[in-house]
């Protein structure tokens, strides 16, 4: 069944990698660069100040930030350390078959950092603020999932990489999401 399911998975990845056009690549991989959002991410800081009180607007920007680095390392040290799954562009006969598009390949890939950091901060930052900007959200959703989906276009991760990895993060956020929201509730109040 694991051989099936990796079997799957391969085949996903090279459809999918493979499915690219000369003319997405750049844009890919600037979506898939970490540095090119921080505007963005500046952007959303914003959005919790003009919605939110200080005191729970600076709460938000933590929670964030906490929730990006438990996303990112726990895909480290949960995922990656212990299943030891190759990344494609380590696998030297799907290396022909592939487009590599990215400058580096790490080893490992399971799971992907880069899903679980923006699917986290989405479920996150869409959630603190669902009453005062409802078409977040579901922005930050689709954001998550063209980054995520970069990192197979590139050529860095299989599906599974970037499924289990959005997975894990949407449940850091999830958890997160509850204990700030009561602490933003507490804040908003005085």
Request: net charge positive.
């Amino acid at each position: 069944m694991i051989d099936d399911l990796l079997q799957w998975d391969r085949e996903a990845f090279l459809a999918l990698n493979g499915a690219g056009v000369s003319w997405l690549d750049q844009p890919m991989l600037l979506v898939s660069t970490t540095w090119f959002w921080i505007p963005f991410y500046a952007w959303i800081g914003y959005l919790f100040f003009i919605h939110l009180k200080t005191p729970a607007a600076l709460v938000a920007v933590a929670f964030c930030v906490v929730g990006v680095i438990l996303a990112d390392q726990g895909t480290y040290w949960l995922f990656k350390e212990n299943f030891k799954r190759l990344r494609p562009c380590q696998v030297d006969e799907l290396l022909a078959q592939m487009r590599f598009l990215a400058d580096y390949c790490g080893k490992y890939g399971f799971v992907s950092s880069h899903a679980a950091n923006t699917f986290g901060f989405a479920v996150l930052a869409g959630g603190i603020l669902k009453q005062q900007v409802k078409w977040l959200s579901p922005a930050l959703l689709f954001w998550a999932l063209v980054v995520s989906y970069s990192r197979i276009y590139i050529g860095v991760h299989y599906p599974l990489d970037v499924i289990c990895g959005a997975l894990f993060g949407m449940f850091i956020g999830k958890i997160l999401l509850r204990v700030a929201e009561k602490r933003i509730a507490t804040l908003s109040v005085s």
